[in-house]
């Protein structure tokens, strides 16, 4: 039903334009233009379908303009430079993806953002910025590779996201951004159920809310939040149901991972400060042999790390996950305090990486434990001897590397039958004759074949190769990095990835952050080569 309406406005306004609609009607001849049409009716009734049609172009218009304001597939919002600032400041916390189309640790990475962004629906949302539309946005954030994660506040840049990647993993960690630094536990009731946690728990037992230590775990508990769960009671009698009674700290280990060979309780009681307790949680809280998930990876690989793989499934299996982990434990117990660390992992979890970076297929084995090491140094080794169920397979492996017997594995493409080209090709094994070289600076290009932006560098680093061929102390090179492992000391963020390797100094590379021009790699050859040379006469 339309009636005729007497000076009536439709009014719209956006940042782009404004729209007004007016139809001035002064005499209703009917209440109703569908049930006595005058021409007075025809003609008011006309002008209102104008505007509404005009209406909806603007809209169509709107839509068409502000894509990213107004359109996101499934649950991750999506920015742009001309809404981020506004959007942004609408939510408590946000985590947001910058990413380019091309990338393809961004694709690999889209469809576990996009799980996780329906898990956290209503607590932390989840957004995106495509950098190749909205470089702007991308530029202010300081955004250099791709994919970049960043924590938002109430639309600040809060921090860097170093958390994993999976659905899983990206879903508890920004859980873990809401919500207290600490739980406050009153009863025996709420502590039972804290640490009965999938995960381990840090609880803190005081004396009262005054006391100094409390405030100084609270600070920590603000820092550590992201890696640990926290929580304090101001209760001692709860402390003494574990066998304190004084203010302490107690650790507790996944009740998952309770073992014979250690204490699933550890009690710290000395100086509380920040630092200490830091480095108590972290010397403490994996115990002898944790579970290496895709989530901690990282955490566990700062040492030199022996995991066990095999058919691993605490939520649905426990008993046969601790079946193996307890004649791994029964072993790697005489082994402790030599500088290996131990860790138990599910072999599925893991396929393309024992596959890639260890060249264990999955017909190898069959059900049995596969076992590897990955030093700090990107060193790696895998036992190739059949996993025997009394445990003497892995002590005699582990003899073996101690003893310096073990050959590494190394990823790598066979070196190139010949290599006179300016640009050399390097590969995993050559590494360290060609660039590694003493004798000589070098200028390694890491790349990707896929990616857009190394072909487009290519002739220009080629014309820096033909420009310094007569120089004998130099040598420019290039590796894939995606079908080679990369050496530890060459951090490989994104493509391309350039370094500079300084003649007696090759373990302090100095990386490439300039352009992309010719003259701007030769004053970065330059002045690398002047800061070593000023660094070594200081040093004299």
């Given amino acids: 039903m339309f009636s005729v309406f007497d000076e009536r406005y439709f009014y719209f306004e956006s940042s782009v334009r404004k729209v007004l609609f007016v139809c001035d009607c002064r005499s209703e001849t009917s209440p109703c233009l569908f049930s006595h049409f005058s021409l007075f009716n025809l003609s008011c009734f006309l002008f209102k379908m104008a505007a509404a049609i005009r209406l909806f172009f603007f809209f169509f218009f709107f839509l068409s303009t502000f894509p990213a304001a107004l359109s996101s597939r499934g649950d991750v919002l999506e920015l742009g430079d001309a809404d981020f600032d506004y959007l942004a400041t609408e939510h408590e916390t946000m985590l947001v993806k910058f990413y380019a189309p091309w990338c393809g640790h961004c694709k690999k990475l889209s469809p576990e953002f996009n799980r996780a962004a329906s898990r956290l629906k209503g607590i932390v949302q989840l957004a995106k910025v495509d950098c190749t539309a909205h470089s702007e946005t991308c530029g202010r954030f300081g955004v250099s590779g791709y994919p970049t994660l ?13 958390g994993p990647r999976t659905a899983d993993g990206i879903s508890q960690y920004m859980k873990k951004q809401t919500g207290p630094d600490s739980v406050l536990l009153r009863t025996h009731s709420d502590l039972q159920t804290f640490i009965s946690h999938y995960e381990p728990s840090v609880v803190g037992v005081f004396s009262g809310e005054d006391s100094s230590r409390l405030s100084e775990f609270l600070k920590a508990a603000a820092l550590l939040r992201e ?18 009674q004084s203010e302490s700290v107690l ?8 073992s014979k060979f250690e204490d699933s309780v550890v ?17 403490h809280i ?4 944790p579970h290496m998930t895709m989530e901690n990876r990282e955490r566990l690989r700062v040492r030199d790390l022996l995991t066990v793989y095999y058919e691993l499934d605490y939520h649905l299996n426990p008993r046969v996950s601790n079946y193996w982990r307890n004649r791994v434990m029964k072993v790697v117990s005489q082994y402790s305090g030599r500088g290996l660390t131990f860790s138990v992992a599910n072999k599925k979890d893991f396929l393309s990486e024992l596959e890639d970076d260890f060249g264990l297929g999955t017909e190898d084995g069959g059900d049995l434990p596969f076992v590897t090491v990955r030093t700090k140094l990107g060193h790696k080794f895998t036992m190739r001897e059949e996993f025997t169920r009394d445990g003497q397979s892995l002590a005699r492996f582990l003899d073996d590397y101690f003893a310096g017997r073990l050959k590494r594995y190394v990823k790598s493409e066979p070196a190139p039958e010949r290599n006179s080209a300016p640009v050399k090709v390097v590969v995993a094994e050559t590494f360290d004759d060609i ?3 003493g004798d000589k600076d070098a200028v390694i290009l890491f790349y990707s074949p896929s990616c857009p932006h190394c072909k487009k560098l290519e002739p220009v680093f080629r014309e820096l190769a033909i420009k310094l061929v007569s120089d004998p102390n130099i040598v420019i090179a290039k590796m894939n990095a995606v079908d080679n492992d990369v050496p530890l000391a060459y951090d490989v963020p994104g493509f391309p990835t350039i370094y500079f390797a300084p003649m007696g100094r090759k373990d302090e590379p100095i990386r490439y952050e300039g352009g992309r021009e010719l003259k701007d790699f030769l ?10 040379a000023d660094a070594s006469r200081d040093e004299l």
């Fill in 251 to 258: 650790l507790f280990r996944s009740p998952r991972l309770s």
């Fill in 227 to 244: 890696q640990f769960r926290f929580a304090h009671t101001t209760d001692l009698r709860l402390g003494a149901e574990h066998g304190v």
């Fill in 523 to 532: 004053k970065f050859v330059k002045t690398s080569r002047s800061r070593v």
């Fill in 286 to 289: 994996h115990g002898l042999c």
């Fill in 267 to 283: 009690v710290f009681s000395d100086h509380l400060t920040i630092s200490s307790l830091r480095r108590f949680i972290r010397d």
């Fill in 150 to 162: 960043k924590i938002f506040r109430s639309g600040r840049d809060s921090a860097p996201y170093d």
């Fill in 435 to 437: 660039i590694n070289d």
